[in-house]
């Protein structure tokens, strides 16, 4: 395994540390683990702002859905494989990230003499220092990745041949690793090394690997690419007016700039999934939690999705490998970061499995659903602020910590109605036995019509496979690989995209 940094933080200390139940007139809530039920001001409806922190936001199923009505299968209809492309759980910031900075810059300037003498709600920090680890997964995101292989198993266990050994790939960071071996555990158990093989592809530059397409993508780690967080830094002088304002009036010593309050708001989910309960959360109303989840959409659109000149790039090499796989066909040639030393051998790149598990990152899964041309997420989010503000594009339902995209096969005995109902009694249309693919995504459907019109607007959102081929065709074409990544790429207009 290739190192990377691991630097574990402090261990948590709930039972101490929790100020639970925030108050005498507030109903005493458990933790369960993490400590969630936090009051937010404006908060009116008993919402959760942990549902509002877009890629740092805990598991949780998306609670709204992409528009499809969720459909039982229809009798006689089966389900024969599935693949599994499955985020990381809940981590430590990441090296050189933006809490990291604050917690460095804050413990320097009282080392240098600077009094700590923040008053009202920020008096905690008065005794407060950085703790957090680096880049590893912190408990709850091990919990996340083995309550979903048991969630996996219960949903495709009967899938699973018992006289085979499948093979399941992960990369080479501590993190990507510990997921897939967690998530193989729940669906497995503890000895599930008998039932599955880890196939490491190395996560580094110069190293081709589907599953972290950025590293062979010159320009996606450009400044061409920061079009998104460029906007999202706009959205948060906006957002965040209020609350400098009101946390500067605390810190008499400190000046704070925007960007030090964002990394405050920042702090709350990752010490929250670190040690079960953070003082930084209910520092802000529940109007710029809303605006917090903004900004990340706003970063995501612009640097891995449609809005990004790389974000297709980036994930094409993976759809090339679903699409082989689906064909039942190793890769001889590729034009993109997928490994063709691994993909063209059928040990390392089986095409007889019906369970195919795959460990990535957000950013990643990001692009791969831009390659496969998902356009439902393209609409352009403006940094002066939502709207509308039923946007499609939200990444707390799209890649929270251990997000998941479970695309399914399914044979039926005859053509599915594609304005079938859950309580039709009747599912099928005339016609021979017809195969189709289901993408489900945080446990909910994703219509492949609305974004693939060759699909047909169907009431289940699934797609004919064949047709589905006919309009992957040419999504190689449309990632144009080697310009995006390596190009002299100003903008999108340099792709011939809007």
């Known amino acids: 395994m290739c190192p990377s940094p691991t630097a574990t933080g402090e261990a948590p200390f709930l039972a101490a540390t929790n100020p639970a139940p925030f108050g005498a007139t507030r109903t005493f809530v458990a933790n369960a683990p993490l400590e969630t039920a936090i009051p937010i001001l404006g908060d009116t409806q008993n919402a959760s702002i942990f549902h509002l922190m877009g890629h740092l936001s805990p598991y949780f199923p998306n609670p709204d859905g992409f528009g ?3 459909m039982p299968l229809p009798p006689g209809a089966r389900i024969g494989q599935v693949h599994v492309l499955h985020r990381h759980g809940s981590r430590y910031p990441t090296t050189g990230a933006g809490a990291q900075k604050f917690g460095t810059a804050l413990a320097s300037q009282i080392k240098g003499g600077t009094a700590a003498n923040f008053t009202g709600a920020l008096a905690f920090l008065n005794s407060w220092t950085y703790k957090l680890g680096a880049e590893i997964l912190v408990p709850v995101g091990r919990q996340e990745l083995f309550d979903s292989g048991v969630l ?6 009967h899938l699973y041949n018992t006289s085979t050994k499948i093979i399941a790939r992960t990369t080479t960071q501590d993190r990507m690793l510990k997921s897939a071996e967690y998530f193989m555990a729940g669906f497995f158990g503890l000895e599930w090394s008998n039932n599955a093989t880890l196939e490491l592809i190395i996560e580094e530059e110069g190293f081709n690997n589907s599953l972290a397409g950025y590293f062979q993508c010159e320009n996606s780690n450009a400044a061409v690419n920061e079009g998104g967080t460029n906007a999202s830094v706009v959205w948060e002088k906006i957002y965040l007016q209020d609350a400098t304002r009101r946390l500067q009036a605390l810190s008499p010593s400190f000046k704070l700039t925007v960007s ?9 989910p990752y010490e929250t999934v670190a040690f079960g309960y953070s003082a930084f959360c209910n520092l802000f109303t529940y109007e710029e939690w809303q605006g917090f989840e903004y900004s990340i959409d706003l970063a995501f659109a612009g640097n891995n999705y449609f809005q990004s000149p790389t974000g297709r790039a980036v994930g094409i090499g993976f759809v090339q490998e679903i699409l082989a796989r689906l064909q039942n066909h190793v890769l001889t040639t590729t034009g993109t970061q997928a490994n063709l030393t691994l993909d063209n051998n059928t040990r390392t790149f089986p095409l007889n499995q019906t369970l195919y598990f795959d460990f990535s990152h957000d950013t990643n899964i990001a692009a791969i659903l831009t390659a496969f041309g998902l356009t439902q997420f393209a609409p352009l989010l403006p940094s002066s602020g939502p709207s509308p503000p039923s946007r499609s ?14 695309i399914e096969v399914i044979t039926a005995p005859h053509p599915v109605s594609a304005d079938r109902t859950a309580s039709s ?20 459907t ?10 047909g607007n169907r009431t289940d959102g699934w797609c004919e496979l064949q047709t589905f081929f006919q309009v992957q065709n040419t999504s190689l074409a449309e990632a144009q690989y080697e310009y995006s990544c390596n190009g002299y790429v100003n903008s999108l207009e340099d792709l011939g995209r809007p």
């Not at 594009?393 to 929270?400: D, F, R, T, Y």
């Not at 009747?426 to 189709?436: F, H, K, Q």
């Not at 994703?446 to 699909?455: E, I, K, T, V």
């Open 425 to 444: 009694p009747n599912a099928y249309t005339e016609g021979p036995a017809t195969t189709y693919i289901h993408f489900i995504i945080n446990q909910r």
């Open 68 to 70: 499809a009505q969720e």
């Open 152 to 157: 996996h198993y219960y949903d495709y266990g």
């Open 393 to 406: 594009l939200i990444i707390s339902h799209l890649q929270p910590f251990a997000a998941r995209l479970d």
């Open 446 to 455: 994703l219509p492949l019509g609305a974004s693939l019109p060759g699909c």
């Open 260 to 268: 030090d309050v964002y990394d405050m708001q920042t702090l709350c």
